[in-house]
């Protein structure tokens, strides 16, 4: 059983930065896929970036790279998404994902219905 608690999302002025969190419980985030996905009204949900349970090399969307980080803090188990430079489209629920599945194919790893655990969704909006 795992379980993901999501906090950190809020209302931000373009340009501005939001970090989000994600405790897990249940198991480590070091033996697991972790990652972080968005979704907006009427559109699908996206991929943003993640981190295979075998690497600490992160995977980005073209679309964030640049502007976001992903990290973990193992003796806090967290999963921690640094979000600078935020504009409007950014606006989303944005939600943590963890699996015990290796992904070894990239397409699997930026799949959302690949993954079994879910956060509960947490609130980034962008606006002036």
């Known amino acids: 059983h795992v379980q993901l608690a999501e906090s950190g999302g809020g209302l931000v002025q373009p340009g501005g930065s939001l970090k989000l969190s994600c405790r897990a419980s249940?198991?480590?985030?070091?033996?697991?896929?972790v990652g972080w996905f968005r979704q907006a009204p009427g559109n699908e949900r996206e991929f943003i970036a993640a981190f295979r349970k075998t690497s600490s090399n992160p995977y980005y969307a073209e679309s964030v790279q640049g502007r976001f980080t992903i990290s973990k803090d193992n003796t806090k188990n967290t999963v921690y998404l640094q979000m600078n430079s935020l504009q409007p489209e950014d606006t989303a629920v944005y939600y943590c994902?963890?699996?015990?599945?290796?992904?070894?194919?990239?397409?699997?790893?930026?799949?959302?219905?690949?993954?079994?655990?879910w956060g509960q969704g947490t609130q980034v909006t962008v606006s002036s």
């Open positions: 994902a963890a699996d015990e599945q290796p992904f070894a194919i990239l397409s699997s790893l930026k799949n959302p219905t690949a993954w079994d655990y």
């Open positions: 249940g198991r480590t985030v070091s033996s697991l896929g």
